[in-house]
C-alpha cells in the first residue's frame, strides 16, 4: 500500500549503526523523492554503487528500481553484476536493469541467489524482476504480492505479465490474503482494495473476521472502505460485535477512513441499543477525526472541511454519551470528543 516509501527507509533505519544511520539520513530526502533529475539520478547511482553498509545500499537500489536510470548507465550496473563481490549489489542492479526496460534471460542466475535466500525483502524485488523475464513460471508470485508494500508499481508491472487475466490476479491475491506471513497478507490486503470489485470485497471482509494483526488491519480497512459501495452495509453491522474483538477494531477503522460516508451510519450506532455498538461507533468517530487530522486525508476525502463539519456534528450524541455512559463508553466517547477537538483548534 500509500506511505510505502517512508515505512520502508523507517525499518532500514532501525537497523543501521550510528555512521552509516547518518549517512542514509542524509541521503532519504533525495531517496524519497517522486521525481528526479537526471542529475540526481545519477547521484543516487553513485551512492548506490560507492556505499558500504546494506541498508544504504538497499535502499539507494530499492530507489532506483522506482525511478530508473537512463540506458546509458546500463554498462555501469552490469559491471557491478559481474565484477562486485557484494551479492546485494549484484542482485539489485540486475533488478534495476529489469526496472530501466530490458529482459535479459541472462539475470535470471543472479536473481536466484535472492530467490533462493532468507531476506524476504530483496526476494520480494528480485521476484518482481524475474517475473518480467520469466513470466510462464509462477512460483514467486507471493513474492511479487509482498513487493507491493514497497514498489506498487514494479509490482503491477509484473503481475500483468504474470496474471494474464483478472481472474488469475484475484486467485493470487486471494491464496496471498492467507498467507502465514503478516506482511504479504497487508500487501494482498492493500492491492484487493484497488480491484473495486464484489470478489474483492468479499474476500477483505472475510478476512476482516479473524485478522488481529494491526497492520494487516489497517490495510484490510482501507481496502473495505475504498470498496464501501459493497462492504459498507456489512462493516456497520460489524459494529455490534464485542469491542474487544479484533474484527470490531478493523470495522471502527473501516468507517473512520471512509470519512463523510460514514458519518450518518456512525451518528445511527451511537444512538443504538447495543452496548458494543455505541462502543465502536464512538472509535470510529475518533479514527474519522484522526484520518482528517492527517496531511495525506486527501486519499480519503475530497472535501476535508465538509467532512470535518459532518463529523463534528456527532458532538452533541458524544457529549450525551460521556455523561450517561458507563465507564468504557465514557472512555470512548471522551477519547472521540477530544480526538474532534483537534481538528479545531
Same mark, same amino acid.
Given at each position: 500500500?500509500?506511505?510505502?516509501?517512508?515505512?520502508?527507509?523507517?525499518?532500514?533505519?532501525?537497523?543501521?549503526?550510528?555512521?552509516?544511520?547518518?549517512?542514509?539520513?542524509?541521503?532519504?530526502?533525495?531517496?524519497?523523492?517522486?521525481?528526479?533529475?537526471?542529475?540526481?539520478?545519477?547521484?543516487?547511482?553513485?551512492?548506490?554503487?560507492?556505499?558500504?553498509? @546494506?541498508?544504504?545500499?538497499?535502499?539507494?537500489?530499492?530507489?532506483?528500481?522506482?525511478?530508473? @536510470?537512463?540506458?546509458?548507465?546500463? @554498462?555501469?550496473?552490469?559491471?557491478?553484476?559481474?565484477?562486485?563481490?557484494? @551479492?546485494?549489489?549484484?542482485?539489485?542492479?540486475?533488478?534495476?536493469?529489469?526496472?530501466?526496460?530490458?529482459?535479459?534471460?541472462?539475470?535470471?542466475?543472479?536473481?536466484?541467489?535472492?530467490?533462493?535466500?532468507?531476506?524476504?525483502?530483496?526476494?520480494?524485488?528480485?521476484?518482481?524482476?524475474?517475473?518480467?523475464?520469466?513470466?510462464?513460471?509462477?512460483? =514467486?508470485?507471493?513474492?511479487?504480492?509482498?513487493?507491493?508494500?514497497?514498489?506498487?508499481?514494479?509490482?503491477?508491472?509484473?503481475? #500483468?505479465?504474470?496474471?494474464?487475466?483478472?481472474?488469475?490476479?484475484?486467485?493470487?491475491?486471494?491464496?496471498?490474503?492467507?498467507?502465514?506471513?503478516?506482511?504479504?497478507?497487508?500487501?494482498?490486503?492493500?492491492?484487493?482494495?484497488?480491484?473495486?470489485?464484489?470478489?474483492?470485497?468479499?474476500?477483505?471482509?472475510?478476512?476482516?473476521?479473524?485478522?488481529?494483526?494491526?497492520?494487516?488491519?489497517?490495510?484490510?480497512?482501507?481496502?473495505?472502505?475504498?470498496?464501501?459501495? =459493497?462492504?459498507?452495509?456489512?462493516?456497520?453491522?460489524?459494529?455490534?460485535?464485542? =469491542? /474487544?474483538?479484533?474484527?470490531?477494531?478493523?470495522?471502527?477503522?473501516?468507517?473512520?477512513?471512509?470519512?463523510?460516508?460514514?458519518?450518518?451510519?456512525?451518528?445511527?450506532?451511537?444512538?443504538?441499543?447495543?452496548?458494543?455498538?455505541?462502543? #465502536?461507533?464512538?472509535?470510529?468517530?475518533? =479514527?474519522?477525526?484522526?484520518?482528517?487530522?492527517?496531511?495525506?486525508?486527501?486519499?480519503?476525502?475530497?472535501?476535508?472541511?465538509?467532512?470535518?463539519?459532518?463529523?463534528?456534528?456527532?458532538?452533541?450524541?458524544?457529549?450525551?454519551?460521556? /455523561?450517561?455512559?458507563?465507564?468504557?463508553?465514557?472512555?470512548?466517547?471522551?477519547?472521540?470528543?477530544?480526538?474532534?477537538?483537534?481538528?479545531?483548534?
Amino acid at each position: 500500500m500509500k506511505k510505502t516509501a517512508i515505512l520502508f527507509c523507517a525499518a532500514l533505519l532501525a537497523a543501521v549503526t550510528a555512521p552509516a544511520q547518518t549517512s542514509l539520513q542524509n541521503a532519504l530526502p533525495l531517496l524519497q523523492k517522486n521525481t528526479r533529475t537526471a542529475a540526481e539520478t545519477q547521484q543516487v547511482l553513485q551512492l548506490f554503487r560507492s556505499a558500504k553498509d @546494506p541498508d544504504t545500499v538497499f535502499a539507494a537500489g530499492a530507489s532506483l528500481v522506482k525511478i530508473p @536510470p537512463s540506458k546509458t548507465m546500463e @554498462p555501469a550496473l552490469f559491471n557491478l553484476i559481474l565484477k562486485s563481490d557484494d @551479492p546485494l549489489k549484484q542482485t539489485f542492479s540486475a533488478v534495476i536493469v529489469t526496472a530501466m526496460g530490458s529482459s535479459y534471460e541472462e539475470l535470471i542466475p543472479v536473481l536466484q541467489e535472492a530467490l533462493n535466500g532468507k531476506n524476504a525483502l530483496l526476494r520480494a524485488y528480485a521476484a518482481g524482476a524475474y517475473g518480467i523475464i520469466n513470466p510462464e513460471d509462477k512460483t =514467486y508470485v507471493q513474492d511479487v504480492i509482498l513487493l507491493y508494500i514497497y514498489d506498487p508499481d514494479f509490482a503491477i508491472r509484473a503481475m #500483468n505479465l504474470l496474471a494474464k487475466e483478472a481472474k488469475d490476479l484475484f486467485k493470487y491475491l486471494k491464496q496471498a490474503s492467507s498467507s502465514q506471513d503478516p506482511q504479504t497478507r497487508a500487501a494482498a490486503a492493500a492491492w484487493l482494495g484497488t480491484l473495486h470489485s464484489e470478489d474483492a470485497a468479499k474476500q477483505l471482509l472475510k478476512r476482516a473476521k479473524t485478522e488481529d494483526d494491526p497492520d494487516v488491519q489497517a490495510q484490510l480497512a482501507t481496502g473495505l472502505a475504498e470498496d464501501r459501495a =459493497y462492504t459498507l452495509e456489512t462493516v456497520v453491522k460489524g459494529l455490534r460485535q464485542d =469491542y /474487544k474483538s479484533p474484527a470490531a477494531n478493523t470495522y471502527a477503522l473501516a468507517l473512520g477512513f471512509m470519512t463523510g460516508n460514514a458519518v450518518e451510519p456512525i451518528r445511527q450506532a451511537l444512538a443504538g441499543s447495543n452496548q458494543n455498538e455505541r462502543i #465502536n461507533a464512538a472509535r470510529a468517530a475518533a =479514527y474519522m477525526a484522526g484520518v482528517l487530522s492527517n496531511p495525506d486525508a486527501f486519499h480519503f476525502t475530497s472535501d476535508r472541511a465538509f467532512d470535518i463539519g459532518l463529523l463534528k456534528s456527532l458532538i452533541p450524541q458524544l457529549k450525551v454519551l460521556s /455523561k450517561t455512559g458507563n465507564d468504557t463508553l465514557r472512555l470512548y466517547a471522551d477519547n472521540a470528543l477530544r480526538q474532534i477537538e483537534k481538528l479545531m483548534i
